[in-house]
Nanobody, 125 residues
Framework: QVQPVESGGGLVQPGDSLRLSCAAS????????MGWFRQAPGKEREFVAA????????YYADSVKGRFSISRDNAKNAVYLQMNSLKPEDTAVYCC??????????????????WGQGAQVTVSS
């Protein structure tokens, strides 16, 4: 079992930056892909970004490309999401997910075996 736990959410103004962290515990050696998804009120869950085990593969949703950056520290079993130039439409609950398989299909939620509880990010003036 792997348990991802997110931290770093909060309320910020448009144009601000925020960094989300996700620390995974348990059988972390089995994790290949770690990703971030988000869900806004009344909307479906949306892929944000993902990174493979040693960072050779990284993929972003078009909506965040150029503004968000994902990184990973395997020594700490952690993945980070640096969010810059935040917009009100980035407001959502952000969830960290971990995939134990070897498939690189990062925006497919079905490859992820473990999910965190989520961290609220609110962008408002």
């Amino acid at each position: 079992q792997v348990q991802p736990v997110e931290s770093g959410g909060g309320l910020v103004q448009p144009g601000d930056s925020l960094r989300l962290s996700c620390a995974a515990s348990g059988r972390t050696s089995s994790i290949y892909v770690m990703g971030w998804f988000r869900q806004a009120p009344g909307k479906e869950r949306e892929f944000v970004a993902a990174i493979s085990r040693i960072g050779l593969n990284i993929y972003y949703a078009d909506s965040v490309k150029g503004r968000f950056s994902i990184s990973r520290d395997n020594a700490k079993n952690a993945v980070y999401l640096q969010m810059n130039s935040l917009k009100p439409e980035d407001t959502a609950v952000y969830c960290c997910a971990a995939a134990g398989g070897s498939a690189w299909d990062p925006n497919n939620p079905h490859i992820y075996d473990y999910w965190g509880q989520g961290a609220q990010v609110t962008v408002s003036s």
